[in-house]
């Protein structure tokens, strides 16, 4: 659990670096990746159980079921998220081309720039 | 019932590619806005649960006093939006149509939702609308602001997915009214508040925050300007309430809200004074009347909360007004900055009539709506503190500068431009239709504020929203 937790912290650290140091638009979207996927570490490491089962009753585990079980919620949250997030990533990666065609760059300084 | 509001607007957005036509999400909206106003005219708290679960177990639709106000005014103006751009769009019209209908399905379903996670998909269905219609024109300007709001967009959500994962790790429910009764006043529960308003702050606007929303709102092509200043701000100061009475239940004077709003109003009408550029000097406007919304919820009386809820549908209605009656203008010049425009006055005086009565509703003159609402939030913060009254005046005071300047530079003086085309009706009518709205609720405010003062009450009666969802419990 506790690496979890400093994977999940450090994945937050590197995400946010990554959005707000770098200047290249594909790394900070690389970046905005990294740092939902921090959210989501954390999440799904809320449900996890040692040596949990499905959470589906059947006549065998009856018994075990209560104690065993793993949360299903934080699976099914999490498999939203991650659409949802891929969805959003082909957007802005569809932008970026655009914005490339426009400034014949990625850097987000030279775009400012070349505006005015 | 309510559910076949959202499923027309999918239905319409998944049909308007294959037909082709803009009648199919014009019909689309025009249910959803019917569904919405029966829904509003019964004046009934409606509970829809999804297949048939019962709270706090499945996914559940809680529609209060409200809730309905916000689901009228939200499809209200989508379909004067719809009406609008079938003219004013000329190219690409489909997709633009597509994109339309995903945005309100989004925006009823954030308003309609009883349920937390719920809440934010609707959000990012809304947000991935909007992050396509602000680059729809494509050129440098939109594309620029589009990046701009698709790094910070989600960057914002995943702070709100984070509050929404910590208040499920803490209470292991995603029920508004299940949280509610579960909160404790604990150092956990505060973390995935700050979270969650941080979140939702960055997607309004608010002072700190308030950095991209100039560069993203006046890029877009003017109706959805109007969407996103009026409809898609409101629905972000919407959730914000929710969030801070119906799940946290606060209640008394919080100074955070109040002082970030103060902020908010002065910076916003300060930068809005020197702008040249009439769209961006609008979206300005809406920072600013977005903190006075802050503000008169913060005092978190009953008062307060009555004003705030009035202010936004005021802020709602008059920034879709003025950033129509924008668009009309630019529509015929293809010129956004005051300095190449003077004179349209005489070229077009129902334009200017529309936007004269916006701009004075919005600087808070009888007899129009926008008067009502800020008389409201000046005696509620009189109850507080007389200076924060002070600081309110003083703002509305600047809000009449830049309005003046703006209606001077582009209506009065000598014309600069010649007008050749006619205003079709099409793009004419909801201009009108919303200026008349603005003048009946300032002549007959009492129309008004009986839905407001319900709404509020609806909104500070914590107790009552979590029988009604959980039913004694």
């Known amino acids: 659990m506790i690496i979890t937790l400093i994977t999940a912290a450090l994945l937050a650290v590197m995400g946010a670096y990554c959005v707000v140091a770098k200047k290249n638009l594909l790394k900070k979207l690389i970046g905005l990746g990294i740092f939902t996927n921090f959210i989501h570490l954390m999440f799904i490491s809320m449900g996890y159980l040692e040596g949990g089962i499905a959470p589906i009753i059947t006549p065998e585990n009856i018994l075990s079921f209560p104690v065993r079980a793993v949360d299903p919620i934080p699976q099914a949250l999490v498999l939203t998220s991650i659409v949802v997030q891929l969805s959003v990533t082909a957007l802005a990666l569809s932008v970026t081309i655009l914005a490339y065609r426009h400034f014949k760059t990625l850097d987000t300084d030279k775009m400012r720039d070349l505006r005015d | 019932m309510i559910e076949y509001a959202i499923i027309a607007l999918l239905a319409g957005a998944f049909l308007t590619p294959v037909f082709k036509r803009s009648c199919v999400p014009l019909a689309a909206i025009l249910f959803s806005f019917l569904v919405m106003a029966s829904v509003f005219m019964q004046g009934q708290t409606v509970i829809m649960k999804f297949s048939g679960w019962s709270p706090p177990f499945g996914i559940v639709w809680v529609v209060d006093s409200f809730n309905a106000l916000m689901g009228l005014l939200v499809t209200g103006m989508a379909m004067l939006v719809a009406i609008y751009s079938t003219k004013y769009i000329r190219e690409r019209r489909s997709r633009f149509f597509t994109l339309l209908c995903l945005m309100t399905a989004g925006l009823l379903g954030v308003t309609l939702t009883g349920d937390v996670f719920n809440m934010y998909v609707f959000f990012e269905i809304l947000s991935i609308a909007c992050y396509g219609l602000v680059a729809f024109n494509t050129d440098k300007e939109a594309i620029e602001g589009a990046l701009k709001y698709i790094v910070l967009g989600p960057l914002a959500s995943s702070f709100i997915l984070l509050g929404i994962a910590m208040l499920y790790g803490l209470t292991g429910t995603l029920n508004m009214a299940d949280i509610a009764t579960k909160i404790q006043p604990d150092i956990t529960f505060n973390m995935a508040f700050g979270f969650l308003i941080g979140g939702l702050a960055l997607k309004s606007a608010i002072v700190p925050f308030h950095f991209w929303l100039p560069d993203v709102y006046p890029v877009a092509p003017s109706p959805i300007s109007a969407m996103l200043s009026s409809v898609v701000a409101g629905t972000g100061m919407y959730i914000v309430m929710r969030i801070l009475f119906t799940i946290f239940g606060f209640s008394g004077v919080m100074w955070m809200f109040v002082a970030f709003g103060v902020l908010t109003m002065i910076l916003g009408g300060l930068i809005a004074i020197v702008q040249t550029n009439v769209k961006r000097m609008i979206a300005y406007s809406t920072i600013s009347q977005n903190g006075y919304i802050f503000l008169a919820f913060g005092l978190g009386t009953n008062l307060g909360v009555a004003a705030a809820i009035f202010h936004l549908v005021n802020n709602i209605i008059v920034k879709s007004l003025l950033f129509l009656a924008v668009g009309i203008i630019i529509w015929h010049t293809g010129k956004k900055d005051m300095r190449e425009l003077g004179g349209l006055g005489k070229q077009l005086p129902l334009v200017m009539v529309c936007f004269g009565i916006g701009a004075l509703s919005i600087i808070g003159l009888p007899p129009l709506n926008g008067f009502v609402s800020k008389w409201m939030i000046y005696s509620a913060t009189w109850e507080i503190s007389p200076v924060l009254t002070a600081i309110a005046v003083i703002v509305s005071a600047m809000t009449l500068i830049y309005y003046i300047k703006a209606f001077a530079s582009v209506f ?62």
Not at chain 2, 422 to 445: D, E, H, Q, S, Y
């Open chain 2, 412 to 473: 009065l003086g000598r014309s600069k431009c010649e007008i050749r085309e006619r205003t079709p009706l099409v793009m004419l009518l909801p201009v009108i239709i919303l200026a008349a709205v603005c003048v009946f609720l300032g002549v007959f405010p009492q129309a008004a504020i009986g839905a407001v003062e319900s709404a509020a009450a609806a909104l500070l009666n914590q107790s009552q929203y979590i029988t009604a969802v959980l039913g004694g419990g």
